[in-house]
């Protein structure tokens, strides 16, 4: 099987972007991991895959497959991707489209100056539905990882993320704490690591340790979270500058039942063909 793709990024957060409209695909678990592979195959952190929605409210169906070949429910760098690939490859001519995602609705939006917003929805705190195992909701929570207590904040941002806060994002042990908390028992999905720094109340830097793709340059989903939680703890405004390794991004949340407007770009950087 020879297989048409676009190899994009967004922040650093690298992907495959495969037309499930014009080819047809049969990907299973084994071709998504060789596809990932940095070293036989075409190498990204997620594959993302472009499809029609049978939804009457959705212009497309966005699929996420992480690097380990198993399918997640969103990815906000990704989303940006998502829609200026279909951009460019004239599946629509909108600059704001509405995509179906396993976790609902998004709406990402090409903007004038070439960055792309995605309205990436309410963030949920709910234990039982991000899913986290707590008898309460409250913004901070404390781990047992490896014996040590770490004092995290829960939230889904479409996935499930434990953020915590850190004194340096550079000294973080990410490597460390990183897989301990992705495989924690106390999240039966598996947990998206965050590791923030507060510079001041519009500023931080973070690094993620993604659940199934290990740390990325990048993470949306990990932005908005962070963001909420340091937020909910008190710590930051409403609007705030991320700066990850590969990129900075914008988010912005009001609180309460309010949406995460996430900001960043959005970067093709080749085309080719793969035999499957």
């Known amino acids: 099987m020879t297989l048409k793709f676009t190899k994009m990024h967004g922040a650093g957060n690298d992907f495959v972007v495969l037309d499930g409209i014009r080819q047809s695909l049969a990907l299973t678990p084994e071709k998504l991991r060789f596809i990932a592979d940095r070293h036989f195959g075409i190498g990204c952190d997620q594959i993302l895959l472009v499809e029609r929605s049978q939804r009457h409210d959705a212009d497309f169906r966005y699929r996420i497959f992480n690097a ?4 997640v429910e969103q990815c906000g760098n990704g989303a940006r991707c998502f829609v200026r690939f279909v951009h460019e490859k004239q599946l629509t001519g909108k600059k704001e489209i509405v995509v179906e995602t396993k976790s609902g609705l998004i709406s990402p939006k090409l903007e004038d100056d ?7 929805g309410a963030p949920v705190f709910e234990a039982a539905r991000i899913p986290f195992a707590s008898v309460s909701d409250e913004a901070i929570q404390t781990l047992d990882v490896a014996g040590q207590a770490v004092q995290i904040t829960a939230v889904s941002m479409g996935n499930p993320h434990a953020v915590q806060v850190v004194a340096d994002a550079d000294t973080a042990p990410v490597e460390q704490l990183g897989p301990l908390i992705e495989h924690h028992a106390r999240f039966p999905n598996r947990v998206n690591a965050g590791f923030m720094q507060v510079l001041d109340r519009t500023h931080i830097r973070l690094r993620v340790f993604e659940r199934g793709a290990g740390e990325t340059l990048s993470c949306g989903t990990g932005a908005c979270a962070a963001v909420v939680a340091g937020i909910r703890r008190g710590l930051l405004d409403d609007t705030v500058h991320v700066a990850t390794r590969g990129g ?7 609180g309460d039942a309010n949406p995460v407007l996430m900001t960043g770009p ?6 080719g063909e793969i035999n499957l």
């Open 68 to 71: 380990d070949g198993g399918e």
């Open 114 to 120: 070439g960055r792309v917003t995605v309205n990436m």
């Open 248 to 254: 900075t991004l914008t988010i912005t949340w009001q």
């Open 266 to 271: 959005a970067i093709t950087v080749f085309e």
